[in-house]
Structure formats: structure tokens, C-alpha cells
């Protein structure tokens, strides 16, 4: 059976696995934002930083990447993306279905936020593009998670107006 992986910020453009099919996919019912504190990845404990996590909203739709393991590789794939997604448990892995975009239903692995974890949050767009602006962590720079992502779903068509204006505000911030 295949082993199917929903990417919507990091996994778009640096899914850690070997990719043999990939199709634009829309997951409803879920939101993408940065509401999750890295504390790891792209900030420290000291100085956190901003990654994005998918927080459950009936009425949105989040659009990504339905991405398709390569055959054999699917236990070392889950091994490798629970150890990098569940580091701190502010992430629930999660079984759930995305629209392809030629109508097919394809179940998936998705990393959703916990919303009664500490490292979720709420904040104003001005706030997470400073936040954003100022943070590295264990993976590189907050703003190159925040510009790749940005810029995968930009290629791919799939318009994400915050993302847009945080990577407009986050480059203002650091000079670019």
C-alpha cells in the first residue's frame, strides 16, 4: 500500500524523503498559518521563531502537495518524518483524506498543530514578520523557511495572500 504525505510548508520544498509522485492537493476544513513556536528548527528557546502548522477552521481549505513515497522506502520515510515533525509533540500526526487536484480522494499523513500545546499561538501578521525576521534555529533562518515556502507555492499557482505579505513585510525588516 502507498504511503501518501501532505505538505504544506517545509515538506513543499524539503520533504526528507524520497518523492515518487507529487500532485497539488487541497485539504479542507484546515488552515495553514504560523501558529506554532519553534523552539527547534527555525528558533531557539531563547529566541523562538514562527513555523506553520495547519489549525483546524471549518470553513478554509489549505492547498499543498499530496506527496507519494517511493515504494520500499515507506517505513525509513515515517521513521524519519515522525523524528523530525514530533520533536517537541506540538505537532499531531494525523490520518486524513486531501482533494487531488483531478478529484481523487487520497488519504494522507498530515502534521496538524495541537492546539493546547505551548507552542501554539496566535499572533498579529506585524508580530510574526518580526518574529520572523529575527530567528535561526537547528534547520537555518526563520525567513528562508517563510521564502522557500512562499515561493514553492507561488510556482505551483496556489496564491497564499498572509504568506505573500509576510514575505513582502520580512524582507522590508531584514533589508532585502
Known amino acids: 500500500m502507498s504511503l ?6 517545509s515538506l513543499l520544498w524539503d520533504p ?8 497539488v ?3 479542507p476544513g484546515w ?9 527547534h528548527h527555525r528558533g531557539t528557546p531563547e529566541r523562538p521563531g514562527l513555523v ?20 520500499g522506502t515507506e517505513d525509513k520515510a515515517l521513521a524519519e518524518l515522525r523524528e523530525r515533525e514530533l520533536v517537541s509533540a506540538a505537532y499531531l500526526e494525523k490520518e486524513i483524506n486531501v482533494i487531488l487536484s483531478d478529484g481523487r480522494i487520497q488519504s494522507t499523513i498530515t502534521y ?13 501578521l506585524e508580530e510574526q514578520a518580526n518574529v520572523i525576521a529575527k530567528a535561526v ?10 521564502f522557500n515556502t512562499a515561493a514553492l507555492l507561488d510556482g505551483l499557482g496556489l496564491k497564499d495572500a498572509e504568506l505573500d505579505w509576510l514575505t513582502a513585510r520580512v524582507k522590508e525588516l531584514i533589508g532585502e
Open 4 to 9: 501518501w504525505v501532505f505538505g504544506y510548508g
Open 16 to 23: 526528507g524523503f524520497e518523492v515518487a509522485e507529487q500532485v
Open 25 to 27: 492537493a487541497t485539504l
Open 31 to 39: 488552515r495553514r498559518s504560523f501558529c506554532m513556536s519553534s523552539i
Open 52 to 71: 506553520l502548522a495547519l489549525d483546524e477552521a471549518p470553513e478554509a481549505k489549505c492547498n499543498g502537495l499530496a506527496l507519494r513515497v517511493k515504494s
Open 112 to 124: 496538524v498543530v495541537d492546539p493546547q500545546h505551548c507552542q501554539y499561538v496566535h499572533l498579529p
Open 137 to 146: 534555529g537547528g534547520r537555518g533562518p526563520n525567513p528562508e523557511y517563510l
